[in-house]
C-alpha cells in the first residue's frame, strides 16, 4: 500500500522558510510515528511566475489534481504589483482552489492560553476561544459573472455579481453541520437577508440543510452583526458558516481575536476523491510577508497546524494531528516567541528554525 501523498507549493517570501519547517515536522513523524508521506515539491505565485510566465503551471494543476493534499506557504509581494490581473501571484492560488472545487473553507480561530494577552481584546473575552468558520469558496461574488470594469455613459462603472445556486449554498452548509457533529453542535449561519436576494436563499437553504442535523442547534444573524458580536462576545459562537465574501471579512476579523496571524491554519476541502480522501489544500492565513522574507523572523507555526488539520480531515489521524497542537501548546506556554509574538516585555525572539527546533524537541517528549 502506498504512502499518502503531499504536493508542497512554498510560494512566495516567507513561504519556503515556514514550509521548511514543516517539512521538519513531516519527516519526524515518518521516522518516529511510521506515519510516512511521499511528498514532493512545485512552483506557485511569483515563484511559478518567475520561472513560467504564469502563476500556476498547467502540469503543477494536474499535479495537484492526483495528490491526497496540497500544502501551500504564501503568494504575493510588491515585486509582481505591476503584473497584468490575470497572471498576479494569487491567481495561481485562486485557479487551484476553482479547479479543485475546494467549495468549504475552513478557517479556525482558537486562542491559546499563552497568548490570550496578545489579543487587542480583554483577556476574558478570548481566553479559550475556539471557533470554526467555514467560508464558501469557490462561487460568490468573487467568481460571478458579468464583472470587469465598462464605461457608462460619461465614466467606468465596476461590476461584480453575487451568483449562488441552491446545490453550492446546500454543499457548504453540510460541510458546516458535519463539522458541528465533531464539535459542540451549534451552527450560526450570516448572510445579509435583509437586503440581498442571495442572503435569502442562503437562508433557505441552510435551514432546509438544518433540518437534516436535529442535534445541531441552527441559528441566522445578519453578517454586519456577525462582525459586531465576534468582537463582542466571539465564544457564544462554536461553527459560523457564510458566503465567500463575508466569510472572507469575518474569518480576517476572527483571526486578529487571537493575537497574530502567525499562529492561524486553515483548510480547503472539496468532494471526495476515489480513495474516500476529499480533495484538499491547506494553507497558513498569513501571507507573504516579504518585508521578512530570508531574516529567519518567520512564525512557522500556522504553517505546521496547517499541516495538523491535513493529518485530521485528510489522513485520518485525529490523534496525530493532537499530539502536534498540543506540542506547539506546549512550547508556548513554556515562553518560546518569534518576533511577532514578543510583549511589551521584550527578551530574545526565536528565529525561524528555533521554533521549529522547540516544536521537534516537544514531540520527542511526547513518545
Not at 20 to 34: C, E
Not at 89 to 102: H, V
Not at 306 to 333: C, H, N, P, W
Request: aromatic share 6%; proline share 5%; with cysteine.
Amino acid at each position: 500500500m502506498s504512502n499518502p501523498s503531499i504536493l508542497i507549493l512554498p510560494g512566495d517570501g516567507i513561504g519556503p522558510e515556514v514550509m521548511d519547517q514543516v517539512i521538519r515536522v513531516i519527516d519526524w513523524y515518518g521516522a518516529k510515528r511510521d506515519l510516512a508521506f511521499d511528498v514532493s515539491t512545485d512552483l506557485v505565485g511569483g515563484a511559478a511566475y518567475d520561472a513560467h510566465g504564469v502563476p500556476l503551471h498547467d502540469d503543477t494543476m494536474a499535479r495537484a489534481q492526483e495528490v491526497d493534499a496540497v500544502l501551500l506557504g504564501a503568494v504575493g509581494g510588491p515585486a509582481y504589483d505591476d503584473l497584468d490581473f490575470s497572471v498576479k501571484p494569487e491567481r495561481g492560488l485562486l485557479r487551484l482552489r476553482k479547479e479543485m472545487d475546494l467549495f468549504s473553507n475552513l478557517r479556525p480561530a482558537q486562542c491559546f492560553d499563552a497568548l490570550a494577552d496578545f489579543s487587542s481584546l480583554k483577556k476574558d473575552i478570548v481566553a479559550g476561544l475556539d471557533i470554526m468558520i467555514v467560508r464558501e469558496l469557490t462561487s460568490g461574488v468573487y467568481f460571478g459573472e458579468p464583472r470587469g470594469i465598462f464605461e457608462e455613459g460619461n465614466e467606468r462603472v465596476g461590476i461584480n455579481t453575487q451568483r449562488y445556486t441552491e446545490s453550492e449554498i446546500e454543499r457548504a452548509a453540510r460541510s458546516a453541520f458535519e463539522l458541528a457533529m465533531r464539535r459542540n453542535k451549534k451552527v450560526c449561519s450570516m448572510e445579509k437577508a435583509n437586503v440581498m436576494e442571495s442572503g435569502i436563499l442562503w437562508r433557505e437553504v441552510v435551514t432546509r440543510v438544518g433540518a437534516d442535523y436535529p442535534e445541531v442547534e441552527l441559528s441566522h444573524m445578519y453578517a454586519d452583526n456577525g462582525a459586531m458580536q465576534l468582537v463582542r462576545a466571539p465564544k457564544q459562537f462554536d461553527v459560523i458558516v457564510t458566503d465567500n465574501l463575508f466569510g472572507d471579512i469575518l474569518s480576517d476579523c476572527a483571526a486578529m481575536l487571537t493575537g497574530s496571524l502567525g499562529m492561524l491554519p486553515s483548510a480547503s476541502l472539496g468532494a471526495p476523491m476515489a480513495n474516500g480522501r476529499p480533495k484538499a489544500m491547506y494553507e497558513p492565513v498569513h501571507g507573504s510577508a516579504p518585508d521578512i522574507a530570508g531574516q529567519g523572523k518567520a512564525n512557522p507555526i500556522a504553517c505546521m497546524l496547517s499541516f495538523a488539520m491535513a493529518l485530521r480531515y485528510s489522513f485520518d489521524q485525529g490523534d496525530e494531528a493532537a499530539r502536534l497542537e498540543t506540542a506547539i501548546e506546549k512550547v508556548l506556554a513554556d515562553g518560546a516567541r518569534t518576533a511577532d509574538l514578543m510583549g511589551p516585555e521584550g527578551g530574545t525572539p526565536l528565529s525561524t528554525s528555533e521554533m521549529g527546533d522547540a516544536i521537534l524537541a516537544a514531540l520527542d517528549a511526547s513518545v
